[in-house]
Nanobody, 115 residues
Framework: QVQLVESGGGLVQPGGSLRLSCVVSRSIFSINVMGWYRQAPGKQRDFVAHITSGGGTNYADSVKGRFTISRDNAKNTVYLQMNSLKPDDTAVYYC?????????WGKGTLVTVSS
């Protein structure tokens, strides 16, 4: 079993920045893909970004150029740096890990972008 714990959410003004962290209960060195998803109120959960074990990254069009995903294998942690935040970025952000045929989720951290 793999546990994921997200942190770093909060209230931020439009144009501001936040860095989300996802701490994993085991080594992430061999985890195929680590990702971030988000779910806005009343909407489905959507892909935000992912990073592979080889360091390759992919982003949703809506966050390209503003968000950066990274991983620190020594700390078993994945980060999501979010800049130039917009009200539309308001959502619960979930960390995701794909290991073999299994997928694991954290409980999420709330990001609210509002003036």
């Amino acid at each position: 079993q793999v546990q994921l714990v997200e942190s770093g959410g909060g209230l931020v003004q439009p144009g501001g920045s936040l860095r989300l962290s996802c701490v994993v209960s085991r080594s992430i060195f061999s985890i195929n893909v680590m990702g971030w998803y988000r779910q806005a109120p009343g909407k489905q959960r959507d892909f935000v970004a992912h990073i592979t074990s080889g360091g390759g990254t992919n982003y949703a069009d809506s966050v390209k150029g503003r968000f950066t995903i990274s991983r620190d294998n020594a700390k078993n942690t994945v980060y999501l740096q979010m800049n130039s935040l917009k009200p539309d970025d308001t959502a619960v952000y979930y960390c995701n890990a794909r290991l073999g045929l299994s997928t694991y989720w954290g409980k999420g951290t709330l990001v609210t972008v509002s003036s």
